[in-house]
């Protein structure tokens, strides 16, 4: 996957002996794609020949798409097939490392960040060949054009601004030969449908419509049309030489931005569900006064056209932007630090006079190198805050590392302009080839906002820039839609597990010994999940780009269908809660779907993870991620896939067997045009479409006569060879069912040995804070989850309350009874109750952004929740919960002003803000 230019690329193999040859050159690139409506499946194959006369070690580095997950990865060295597992990364470094040491084969892949993977191998034989097999997944982007789609596929990446992640550098050979990159992708959309305007943008790639793959090429003219789908359509590109940019396609198919929902069944769990869920928003920005911030790269990487492009789609949004009265404009330029090109550097206001002044102040500049978290943080500064809603639209090539702190800085202003009830967004717009979309990607993700990219090739014409800066003023313009919750329709376990006793009375209990005991790994040291995990959470926004929900489901009972309901508002507008309502039958066993879904909830965790400073709450982030990547064998930034020739992972003799990885995760997804996987083709969709009325606002507008039909799926079972997994639900134990259900927060507690008195295990107890462990992790059993302990056992099960609401219960009284001695409830009776078939809300900006735990900060959130759920579903009865409320808003203030020194006026205003919102959900 090397480009041809050395000097600058940074992908390939690499030697462990700095500045040296690596001795092991590239001799071919094979990439391998598989599109089935909005869904992608690709495996890149690499072949080495290694040149070295001794074993050694090299480390073999690639990129992949920023949204993408590694769900598997194999080598073939010396005509064994290894296929690895994934561990703990710890853990796997520490396995590779002791095989390395024992003089034994040994593999590693690591994610270094959300595009570049890093592959260490150990004790490679000489004169060996090494081909390298990994496989990833993801949804397609949104091109920013209404029915439209943009696959990427990165073939390395270029010099960049900033610490770059691969610490070892060697200059990788690269010779051409014959068909040293090939390139496949097909593209597979339902029957009803057509792929239109296909069109390789960065390369004279051959496109043959009617095939999803190349077995056309043995069909005669007859057998070709006989066998012709308009739903399909296959491209191939081959090249003698390594390549010098990505890999660029777009294609359109009518109505791909409408709602779909995808249902999946985990192979061998059937009550374990994935879903997801995509659309395209497009309700229209309710004028308001805005300040438009431009903020150019000017960077030595910038120079010439891509310079002149950025300066062009300025002039061309700021012809076109909306002009509310009192809205104002700034245009900053930026290397590593950034300043405005206007006099005195202040905002203008927004007319045409105004606008031509700083357009006469556009230079041609480009020097030095790339801060984009030095920018921002100035651009942030110096807005005016006057103004109740901002767009920060960022024009660079994207080559900058320093991506963490940017995001840090853009989570942190937009949290707060939010608890200000003001709007701060930051859109991208990604120039040339080498541009970094994780970087792009990211930037927008946590600014609320969305991308675009305009490739190397079509830097100067002037109407796709018109194109661009025309989609970006759309992004711009499109409503702030807030999803305040989805109902998926699913039930999951009705009894609520409490812990009055747990925590409590340590000192008297009985211990457990230590040496029976033994260690718990990271990760496995948690309560289980909650039944619904989902990502984003409720209370999260959208704009005009492709959003996606997914939720992975430990359901209770057997169902039929499943019937959702996505509530949301359009912010700004007085009564604007609406629904939309669709019904989906699943059918399809898999875990395609499981690994999106398992990527999207790691996302999260790994975004919320810039934030966070307690070093308890950064730990349990951290379990969380261990968990969800070793139970959906998934690379992440705390799991590595690893395997080694002495048993870790799968080894088999390639002369011998088949070799793995023959079977396509994405064969799973149904495009069948009688069971059609997603809702726009079915009961409301339709109804969309006829009376073209906007996705989102249709349902105020709907016929009561019509009525959303059954989607549906197949009911086929296709399992999967899974040798390559080692994920624990092999085990026997799926990954929702295993112990308590119980999301207390956790504390680290101390159990003593029986034997000595100094030494200690530790454990995990659901109390209302945990320390992060020191040495060992500890075992389970302060939850209940029992295993055998002689002697002084100790059962904490028997300090679990079960309340269980009885028939035709509203939940009152169990609520009532949740409610702890300071005030707070139980998060378990709250998320049963309030929310039992969808996500608990994302906490409010107005709590969110106060410097303290975030643990405490979601139980305020939940009391306030509570409250809302008290006045809005129960306002006849305030007589049984008025004092429940009213220890409950003690609870609330108090913690806000003796915990997070809030004045009180601002704890009031915290306190009314945040109830506001909550009663929205109810």
């Not at 193999?13 to 909005?38: E, F, Q």
């Not at 601004?161 to 597979?188: F, K, L, M, Q, R």
């Not at 793995?660 to 809702?679: M, Q, Y």
Request: aromatic share 8%; hydrophobic share 35%.
């Amino acid at each position: 996957m090397a480009y041809i230019n050395s000097t600058s690329r940074r992908q390939g193999i690499y030697s462990h002996k700095k500045w040296t040859r690596a001795g092991y050159p590239l001799l071919s690139s094979s990439y391998k794609y598989m599109v089935r409506d909005v869904f992608v499946e690709a495996t890149l194959t690499e072949t080495y020949q290694a040149q070295t006369r001794a074993k050694s070690e090299v480390s073999y580095v690639f990129e992949v798409p920023p949204e993408a997950a590694v769900i598997r990865f194999s080598a073939e060295v010396g005509g064994n097939q290894i296929e690895a597992i994934v561990e703990e990364k710890a853990e796997a470094s520490r396995k590779y490392r002791q095989a390395k040491n024992e003089g034994i084969q040994a593999w590693k892949l690591d994610k270094v960040n959300d595009e570049v993977f890093q592959i260490s191998l150990g004790n490679i034989a000489p004169k060996s060949s090494i081909v390298v097999h990994v496989t990833y997944a993801y949804v397609i982007s949104s091109d920013t054009i209404e029915d439209t789609v943009r696959l990427t596929i990165p073939t390395g990446w270029a010099a960049r601004s900033g610490t770059a992640p691969i610490s070892e550098v060697a200059v990788p050979t690269a010779p051409s030969g014959e068909n040293a990159v090939t390139i496949s992708v097909g593209i597979e959309v339902t029957k009803k449908q057509m792929i239109l305007d296909l069109n390789s943008l960065s390369h004279h790639a051959t496109i043959t419509n009617g095939f999803c793959d190349d077995s056309f090429k043995t069909l005669t003219p007859v057998e070709k049309g006989k066998a012709y789908e308009q739903c399909k359509s296959y491209v191939y590109y081959t090249s003698k030489h390594f390549m010098d940019k990505h890999f660029v396609l777009t294609w359109a198919v009518p109505k791909i931005d409408t709602l779909r929902c995808v249902i999946e069944q985990f192979d061998g769990e059937p009550w374990s569900l994935a879903v997801a869920l995509t659309l395209v928003s497009n309700i229209e920005l309710d004028p308001e006064e805005h300040e438009y911030i431009f903020l150019v790269d000017q960077s030595e990487s910038m120079s010439g056209v891509r310079t002149s492009t950025a300066n062009d789609i300025v002039k061309t949004m700021l012809g076109q932007l909306p002009t509310e009265k009192r809205s104002s404009f700034n245009i900053y330029k930026f290397n590593t630090k950034a300043w405005s090109i206007l006099l005195k550097g202040q905002s203008l206001e927004y007319d045409k006079r105004n606008v031509s002044k700083a357009i006469r102040r556009l230079k041609m500049d480009a020097s030095g190198s790339t801060d984009i978290n030095a920018a921002l943080a100035t651009v942030f500064d110096q807005r005016n805050t006057s103004k109740p809603r901002c767009s920060v639209i960022i024009i660079t090539d994207g080559l900058d590392w320093g991506i963490t702190a940017a995001m840090k800085t853009i989570q942190k202003h937009v949290q707060k302009a939010a608890a200000e009830s003001q709007l701060l967004r930051v859109f991208v717009l990604g120039l040339g080839d080498d541009v970094s979309r994780s970087m792009c990607e990211a930037l927008a993700r946590t600014g609320c906002g969305s991308t675009a990219y305009i490739s190397e090739s079509q830097l100067q014409d002037q109407d796709h820039q018109l194109s661009k800066a025309e989609t970006m003023i759309n992004s711009i313009n499109r409503a702030p839609i807030r999803v305040r919750s989805i109902d998926w329709g699913v039930t999951t376990s009705t009894t609520i597990a409490t812990q009055p006793d747990i925590g409590k009375n340590m000192e008297t209990r009985p211990r457990p010994n230590r040496k029976q005991l033994g260690a718990v790994a990271k990760g496995d040291n948690l309560p289980p999940p909650a039944p619904i995990q989902q990502a984003p959470l409720p209370g999260s926004m959208f704009w005009a780009v492709r959003s996606y929900w997914y939720a992975i489901i430990d359901r209770d009972s057997d169902m039929n269908d499943l019937e959702a309901k996505i509530t949301y508002e359009v912010l700004g507008r007085p009564n604007s809660v609406n629904t939309i309502e669709f019904i989906a039958e699943y059918a399809k066993e898999g875990r395609f779907i499981h690994s999106l879904a398992a990527q999207a909830l790691i996302q999260r965790l790994e975004d919320k993870a810039i934030s966070i400073t307690d070093p308890a709450e950064k730990y349990r982030n951290e379990c969380e991620i261990i968990r969800l990547g070793k139970t959906y064998s998934l690379a992440s930034s705390q799991t590595s896939f690893v395997a080694t020739a002495n048993g870790v992972g799968t080894c088999t003799r390639i002369s011998d067997n088949k070799p793995p990885n023959s079977r396509s995760l994405l064969s799973g997804i149904p495009l069948d045009s009688e069971h059609v996987p997603f809702a726009n083709t079915q009961g409301f969709a339709a109804e969309i479409i006829q009376a073209d009325l906007p996705v989102l606002e249709f349902i105020t507008k709907r016929s009561a006569q019509a009525q959303p039909e059954t989607i549906r799926m197949p009911q086929t079972r296709e399992l999967h060879d899974d040798q390559w997994s080692g994920l624990s639900m092999a085990r026997g134990v799926g990954p929702h069912r295993a112990g308590l259900d119980i999301s207390e927060p956790l504390r680290m507690l101390n159990i003593q040995d029986d034997d000595s008195d100094a030494s200690s295990v530790t454990v995990f107890s659901a109390t209302a804070s945990f320390e992060p462990p020191m040495a060992e992790v500890g075992t389970f059993e302060a939850l209940g989850v029992t295993r055998g302990v002689s002697g002084n056992d100790w059962d904490a099960s028997s300090s679990i309350t079960a309340i269980t609401s009885g028939a035709g219960g509203d939940g009152l009284s169990e609520l009532i009874a949740a409610q702890d001695g300071d005030g707070s409830f139980d998060p378990n009776a709250i998320r049963q109750l309030l929310f039992p078939s969808t996500s608990t809300p994302a906490v409010p900006a107005f709590i969110s952004i106060l410097n303290g735990q975030d643990d405490l900060k979601n139980r305020i959130w939940l009391a306030i929740c509570v409250v809302a759920w008290f006045q809005k579903k129960h306002e006849e009865r305030s007589g049984e919960w008025s004092n429940a409320q009213t220890k409950a808003e003690e609870f609330v203030k108090t913690t806000l002003r003796c915990v997070f020194r809030v004045t009180s006026r601002k704890c009031a205003n915290i306190y009314a803000n945040s109830l506001d919102d909550a009663v929205g959900y109810f």
